[in-house]
């Protein structure tokens, strides 16, 4: 069930929310909607879902075009960032919502339900109020809502960003191992990269209503399109107009020739990384992330001038192997 | 500690003082003499009738105004439109204007003199000195309490459970039905408690425009009235510890509508 998205924009008053936005997510594909805040990319997921409409462009699942179709009608799976439960109904009445406006038989509606309870993990709580769940567990029984009805498309708003750091990062294979048995076609909006490396195939970036770049984690990673996906796909230094991964910032005790001076500001051990900052001799600050045995054979210490070789390092319109930066 | 111990007595003497003694005091009244002569007085023809017209008047307002509400509340909350702050300012104007006033505006505006009045009189509708009169003025008193119970109930909720209902296929009514009216039943609850109260308790407006009949357009709040000007303090306790069991009772039914195990 491929998603198509054709040169959609949308508007709020004066805030241009999508600009001209054309993408596709192929069908079974895990696609990550990633940007900051303001980017476009709830909203993107909201047209698909025909819960909010776009002023031009289309939308088409599975060669179809839906742009007018109302969302009840889309066959869409929609979970949002704080769960939407219905609070009045307990978690077997709240999965059973969609069969039930389906009218399947009760002897249908039990099997399915007792089915995805099992999916997601939450047999033995069919009879508790969302209230008397954890946000993990409620967050669950929202997608195990949103499956009963078999849609054709699983779009997840934000689906984790309510949890806590070690729930979220639990959910995140949890759902990357489902997506993998179920083989829908899912979108997930997140404004978090590390996430969208993590569970996505694909990702999208998007900045300011546009897209930057779309493709796979090590793609965006390796090739970014530019400045901002660099920026925004992982930490980066700027030397003029050179960009560089702290990963690949080398530091040497002994100058070779493609090295430049450059003396140790600060230090911090975070276990397996250290992360060392740098001031070059020509007064330019950046740091580099080296490993803990790296650190004990430099032996890094305040003030202790090192000399520093930069690895692999980009300027947008060329990429640069290997060379010092000039600035 | 003893400034918690006189902020406790003060709000409980004032409870005591102003509430609860009265009430106390009519209670005890009413059965002073025994139950025989509360009974004779219940089974008065005049009593009957303003205990049914009471409560005819009063079912009908809250169900109005209840339906009305809901709708009104949705609109307010949900809707982005041009007087928005106007209708919800009109909303309170019930609140604002003494029912004295709604009273006489009613009577000015279906009296048999007035363009309505005349117009309705030859259709043979007798709003004046009738029922339709008293609960056009118990609808306009008891109107803003399910709009002003709902509001806040309906904004805490927010759309995000609504638009989950539409994904999963539910049309604008199913959505209505199964989650938003059930969302919002604890302030439609209590909205109906106070339109009640108010509907059952109304004496300005209603003295106005009911003409005061006798056994015809007496609610049981005027024939608490009547009875006093007249004597008949037993009529007229009994009749008071009527209105207060009918409050109560309301009261106590709204509460079996409370929301269970969900908060």
Redesign the interface.
Known sequence: MTITVREVSKRFGNFVALDDVSVEAPAGSLTALLGPSGSGKSTLLRVI???EKPDSGKIFISDEEKTQT?????G???V?Q?Y??????NVFENVA??LK??KRSKAEIRKRVSELLELVQLDGFANR????LSGGQRQRM?LA??L??QPEVLLLDEPFGALDARVRQELRGWLKRLHEEIEVTTILVTHDQEEAMEVADRIVLMNHGKIEQVGGPQDLYENPANEFVMGFIGPVNRLGDTFVRPHDVEIQLHEDGTTSEATVDHFVYLGFEVRVELTLSDGQQLWAQVTREEAWHLGLERGKTVHVRIGHSKVFGQSVEGSLPQS | MIARLTLRTLALSYLALLLVFPVGVVFVRTFAEGVGPVWEAITRPDALHALWLTLLVAAIAVAGNTIFGVICAIVLVRHDFRGKALLNAVLDLPLAVSPVVVGLALLVVYGRTSLVGGWLAEAGIRVIFSAPGIILATIFVSLPFVVREVVPVLREIGT??E?????????AF?TFR??TL??I?SGVAYGVVLTTARAIGEFGAVSIISGKLAGRTETLTIYVEDRFLHFDLVGCYTASVILALIAVMTLLLTNLFK?????
Request: hydrophobic share 45%.
């Open positions: 879902a025909g819960l109302p969302a009840q009608k889309r869409v799976g929609f949002f704080h939407a439960a219905f609070k009045h109904m919502f969609g406006i389906r109020y969302p209230a008397q929202a809502r949103a009963a009805v | 995000e459970q638009q989950a209902a539409t994904t999963l296929g539910a049309s199913q199964l989650v059930p969302a039943r929301p269970r195990e969900e908060y």
